[in-house]
């Protein structure tokens, strides 16, 4: 009865690989969120989908490609891996703007 | 100035303390504030909201102060399982994101 599952937990890979993590949440809500959170622990918004609609793309790569099949799931697809590309990722959903729950992060290790 | 910030710490308390962190926003039209608390090598939690006249959660006190345009979280009889980082966050409006703060780690010590 996990609220928001992220698969997989880590993730290790050489650089130029293409790679997806896949995050899925079973509490109804509306918008869902991918974060990427360096080694200076700053977390940090990538994208926002709400009801399976881009509204928030901030400053990413192109090599950075979110996928919504449904509003239920929300996931990331990253190509060409760069060893900058090497974070935990986490997935998050909410009802509303502040009140977010996250998924247990992808560690993402670029080598 | 950054959007929002906080002091990284580590305040280091034996527990039974009483400690307290700020956490300073830069946009006075902010509406919403959140104080997340994150254990080492987990995801974040929603520790409690910031309400304007206040709020308290057992052990755990939360205020807003608009003029000053800074959230605090007071957090009294430290227990050793208080040890994590805690995060801010601040939502100003429509489609804008969550803005965290980097957070301020806590350790409190037997």
């Known amino acids: 009865d996990t609220a928001v599952s992220q698969t997989p937990k880590y993730l290790v890979t050489q650089m130029g690989n293409d790679k997806s993590i896949k995050c899925e949440q079973n509490l109804g809500h509306d918008t869902m969120y991918w974060y990427k959170q360096d080694s200076k622990k700053f977390l940090k918004i990538m994208f926002s989908?709400?009801?399976?609609?881009?509204?928030i793309n901030e400053t990413v790569p192109n090599r950075f490609s979110p996928k919504s099949p449904d509003k239920a799931h929300l996931n990331l697809h990253i190509n060409s891996l760069e060893l900058g590309d090497s974070a935990v990722y986490f997935c998050?959903?909410?009802?509303?703007?502040?009140?977010?729950?996250f998924g247990p992060g992808t560690r993402l290790t670029v080598l | 100035r950054k959007e929002v910030e906080q002091d990284p710490g580590p305040f280091n308390v034996p527990e039974g303390a009483t400690v307290a962190f700020n956490c300073t926003y830069s946009n006075s039209a902010s509406q919403s504030f959140f104080w997340y608390r994150q254990d080492c090598r987990k995801e974040p939690k929603l520790l409690m909201s910031?309400?304007?006249s206040g709020n308290e959660d057992g052990r755990f006190t939360a205020q807003l102060n608009r003029a000053s345009q800074y959230i605090s979280l007071l957090i009294r009889d430290s227990k050793l399982s208080d040890s994590a980082t805690y995060l801010c966050?601040?939502?100003?409006?429509?489609?804008?994101?969550?803005?965290f703060g980097k957070g301020t780690r806590l350790s409190v010590i037997a």
């Open positions: 966050a601040v939502f100003t409006s429509g489609n804008t994101p969550l803005v």
């Open positions: 910031v309400y304007s």
């Open positions: 989908y709400n009801n399976k609609e881009l509204i």
């Open positions: 998050a959903s909410s009802q509303g703007p502040g009140k977010q729950f």
